[in-house]
């Protein structure tokens, strides 16, 4: 009785071992049909025609306007300030005075070096008569006599050279060309030296803006080349310019290795001849205004009338690059090509492509991660295109 109870219980273990075993594969098969994908993901395209164009390589970078033509104006000798004609802010004319010394500390100066000048010349002559009373004195006492000469001429030409810089200087200060004083440093009454500066001009039609290129980019930039400038606040309007400065070393922050570069806005006679066109620059110009934020694009290099061609349809494979190119038929050919320059848009194609071309741009996972079928095609699975034409793994040159 005991052994036929124990059969039992065993038969009974098995029998659930069994069961959970068949419970689990049952629960495995239906996990894996729930995540199997019923089919491939769909192929993606789009056709693109090869078309004439111009294509531009540029560099950008930001930073703000500041004015690029600005003027120390100094004093041309020492004397008290008479009179402050201009403020800060002030606009002026080239020509303009701007300020004036007191002139009676000048004109005694003047006076004073003229009758320098006289005394020099007196010198001179006594010196002189001097020397030709010595004819038949000893050697040593006409050697003398000489030097005595040579110095009164030397004394002579000093003198005539001050009187002649003071009466060249002026006890006003002129404005060299138009623009707005930004700064006054001195007021009416104040004792001033020669060299003082008074105020600093600034030019309010030239501008310039430093902007930071990368150390990747930097060999492409030169002194002298084209840019264009465009400001945040100005809408709709570019404004032609030119590098100036390109900065020796670098400016490092966070392990970042940039370099400075200056591009300056171009002046009016610089931006067109024609009175219509300078008019036009005027009036564009006049918006600017020192501080404002601006994008700067250095252009690096450029090509007009090439074919171009979206940079999507085109892959590279050991060093050569390919095309998908769309008969009318519908059939599709894998060609080689060579390119030129290119930007985040379009690449240059200087053989291999005509104008009016089709062109297949792959998208979707397959398009994308670009992988390559058996044959070299780009769709592994395949696909059907207009007019249709069938694309095979393998088909093409």
């Known amino acids: 009785m005991k052994v036929n109870a124990m059969k039992a219980l065993m038969k009974k273990r098995v029998s659930k071992i069994v069961l959970a075993v068949v419970l689990c594969g049952v629960g495995a098969f239906l996990l894996i049909s729930v995540f199997k994908p019923d089919s491939a993901p769909a192929l993606q395209y789009q056709i693109a025609t090869v078309q004439g164009g111009n294509l531009t390589i540029e560099i950008t970078g930001s930073g703000n306007l500041a004015l690029s033509s600005t003027e120390d104006l100094t004093f041309e000798m020492a004397g008290t300030v008479q009179e402050m004609l201009v403020g800060e802010g002030d606009s002026v004319e080239e020509g303009q005075v701007l300020a004036r010394l007191d002139t009676s500390e000048w004109e005694s ?48 030409e000093e003198a005539k050279k001050a009187l002649e810089e003071a ?125 404002l934020s601006v994008t700067v694009s250095i252009i690096v290099d450029q090509r007009t009338n090439v074919l171009l061609v979206p940079n999507g349809a085109i892959t590279t494979q050991g060093g050569q690059s390919y095309v998908l190119v769309l008969s009318p038929t519908g059939t599709i050919e894998r060609r080689t090509i060579k390119t030129g320059i290119t930007d985040d848009v379009n690449t240059e194609v200087t053989e291999g492509l005509s104008e009016g071309e089709k062109v297949v741009i792959p998208q979707g996972t397959t398009a994308t991660t670009q992988q390559e079928g058996p044959g070299g095609g780009m769709f592994p699975g395949g696909g059907t295109f207009p007019g249709g034409g069938t694309f095979t793994p393998g088909q093409g040159g």
């Open 109 to 156: 100066e003047l006076t004073t070096l003229e009758l320098n000048v006289l005394q020099g010349k007196i010198n001179l002559e006594n010196a002189e008569l001097s020397l030709e009373r010595a004819e038949g004195d000893d050697s040593e006492d006409r050697y003398i006599k000489k030097l005595q000469v040579k110095l009164a001429q030397g004394r002579l």
């Open 167 to 291: 009466s060249e200087a002026s006890p006003e200060v002129v404005a060299p060309f138009s623009g707005f004083i930004t700064k006054v440093n001195i007021s009416g009454g104040d004792e001033v030296k020669k060299g003082t500066v008074a105020m600093t001009l600034a030019d309010p039609n030239k501008f310039e803006v430093d902007i930071l290129v990368s150390e990747m980019d930097i060999s492409q930039i030169e002194k002298g080349g084209t840019a264009t400038l465009q400001a945040d606040a100005i809408s709709g309007i570019s404004f032609p310019a030119k590098v100036t400065y390109i900065a020796p070393t670098a400016t490092i922050q966070s392990g970042v290795v940039n370099y400075k570069v200056t591009v300056e806005v171009e002046s009016l006679s610089e931006q067109g001849s024609s009175s219509t066109s300078q008019a036009a620059a005027t009036s564009q110009a006049s918006q600017l205004r020192g501080g």
